[in-house]
């Protein structure tokens, strides 16, 4: 049964990967927030964009936009690929009059997508290159200007002469394109990837990604994250590098975020670019796309450029302007992007099931008596989605993936008898199956033990065999702890553990009546991160979890 360990009952963990609504964040004025997005026809005056969560830093420049050219724009964030789904099943209709992505390389791939925008307009670029801290950088030959390949790259990290973090490619654009991005300049063909190629470069992709010890599901909480590690200010596995769009590292140095400046490594043999095209969906009005044209136009004004360029160190996307100082190579190498929908996904397969560090995860879930009813069948769906129920762009990469170990720990007045699997390389499909079984076999009843099953999920990972994994604990509940150990004794516990299992993050969903304040503690002061499903679906949380394993 591929079950490892002592008898092991029921349930299974959970997580979602991929196509993450990543991070939505609220503005000041109302007309760039995420969320509150006017539904039905497009309005003049009016633009409803679905767009990469990044681009809340644009916030300043669209409110300027608005007073200059009367519109308005309302924000909706999400993760590229899931933001593609959207775009393909025809749900940004009367909903969206644009989206705007890091990229639209991947939407341009699906023949789904023909007919489904009007125009698009490239406002900015950050290419995706490596941060690392000076003196290693120094260390290793890599200073300022050095000419370094991805090659050169992926010897170092596979001599494990440095560590780095990088965001996971099927939830983040700048882990995407990293992973496309060192495929494609380790071939050295020097044309767009085929899967020939990708099995050739295998080896060397296994050699760059040995060193990653830290991934995300987005840009902005990894470069947080690497910050707070690397000034001591928060729990985990400290790295030395961290792989992003060249924006968010100059943004970390000019904040003084981290304790020493992060040297930008340009790989001669090439980058992948983001260049944000602000793109015009097909359904939307005449008097939206006036609209669209004006803002548009006015983002590519030279002084709106240079302002751009200077709040959010993006490079300006028009040649009258010229990139400042602070961009370490005015010259880049682009790096063919692949040609085929087919060859994409075989990437993003073959990481996941081949070179990352493979997930040990123990998932503790509520299923006391509060969850009856539609609260236990969420939950039940949300876990079997991730056995590959759904054939979306995120259902595909958001399921259990091979090597990975799943430890299964429901709860109510007390830990259950934990039940864990292991999903092998060749024919998962009944493992799998079992998973979705124990997920359809969970019951409600009882109390809320939270804190006594955390502990328990402790004991698990300390009897675990020894090995490379991106270790993780997610608990879900809807209620407070109301028996066993409280949050007190809990961390009086936590403060015993080896210094191993003491760096493993917990990610917490916030849900139903559950204890706020308790939840976020556990998290953040484990490195983890909360993540809220009381105004969303369990699925969706789940989901946003999985790109940070």
Request: glycine letters at 10%; hydrophobic letters at 40%; a negative charge.
């Amino acid at each position: 049964m591929n079950v490892r360990g002592v008898p092991r009952a029921l349930v299974l963990g959970l997580l979602g990967a991929a196509m993450v609504l990543a991070g939505c964040q609220t503005g000041g004025s109302g007309d760039t927030r995420s969320g509150d997005v006017p539904e039905g026809p497009g309005k003049a005056g009016e633009l409803r964009i679905l767009a990469g969560s990044e681009l809340s830093d644009l916030q300043p420049i669209l409110e300027q936009a608005k007073e200059k050219t009367g519109v308005a724009v309302h924000f909706e964030f999400v993760g590229t690929l899931d933001g593609v789904q959207r775009v393909l099943d025809g749900q940004t209709k009367d909903k969206f009059d644009a989206v705007w992505f890091p990229s639209n390389r991947y939407l341009s791939l699906h023949p789904e997508a023909a007919g489904k925008t009007k125009t698009e307009t490239k406002i900015m670029t950050s290419p995706v290159v490596l941060g690392m801290a000076s003196s290693k950088a120094s260390q290793l030959g890599w200073g300022p200007g050095s000419k370094v390949t991805w090659s050169d790259i992926a010897k170092a990290a596979g001599e494990q002469k440095f560590t780095y973090g990088m965001t996971n490619p099927a939830a983040s654009n700048s882990g995407f394109s990293a992973l496309v991005g060192v495929a494609a300049a380790l071939s050295g063909t020097g044309a767009a990837l085929e899967q020939g190629d990708v099995d050739k470069v295998g080896p060397g992709l296994q050699k760059f990604f040995s060193a990653q010890k830290l991934t995300a599901g987005s840009s902005g909480w990894l470069a947080d994250e690497f910050a707070a590690r690397a000034s001591g200010g928060k729990p985990g596995v400290k790295v030395d590098g961290v792989i992003n769009y060249e924006s968010v590292l100059l943004t970390l140095n000019a904040a003084k975020k981290v304790p020493e400046p992060l040297t930008l490594i340009y790989p001669t043999d090439g980058v992948v670019t983001a260049d944000y095209p602000l793109t015009l969906l097909s359904t939307a009005s005449d008097e939206v796309a006036d609209g669209y044209r004006k803002l548009a136009d006015y983002l590519r004004t030279p002084d709106v450029q240079r302002e751009i360029m200077a709040q959010t160190h993006r490079r300006p996307a028009i040649p009258q302007v010229k990139p400042t100082a602070e961009f370490g190579a005015s010259t880049l190498v682009e790096l063919p992007f692949p040609a085929k929908v087919d060859v994409v996904n075989g990437l993003i397969d073959t990481y996941f099931d081949k070179l990352r560090r493979p997930a040990r995860t123990v998932y503790v879930l509520d299923v006391s008596g509060s969850m009856d009813g539609d609260r236990i069948e969420s939950l039940r769906s949300a876990l079997v989605t991730l056995t590959g129920a759904s054939d979306t762009i995120a259902g595909r990469f958001q399921r259990f993936h091979s090597r990975e170990e799943i430890t299964l720990l429901p709860f109510d007045s007390g830990p259950h008898s934990p039940q864990a699997f292991v999903v092998p390389e060749r024919k998962p499909e009944e493992v799998l199956g079992q998973i979705k079984s124990a997920a359809e076999a969970l019951e409600p009843g009882g109390d809320t033990a939270v804190f006594d099953s955390v502990l328990a999920a402790f004991d698990e990972l300390a009897k675990a065999p020894a090995g490379d994994f991106a270790t993780s604990v997610v608990v879900m509940t809807d209620g407070e702890s109301n028996h066993g150990a409280d949050s007190s004794q809990f961390w009086t516990r936590h403060a015993l553990l080896p210094p191993a299992l003491k760096n493993v993050p917990i990610f917490t969903v916030l849900f139903g009546e559950g204890n706020t304040d308790e939840m976020k503690e556990l998290a953040s002061r484990t490195g983890g991160r909360a993540f809220d499903a009381r105004e969303g679906s369990l699925e969706a949380a789940f989901r946003e979890i999985r790109g940070y394993q």
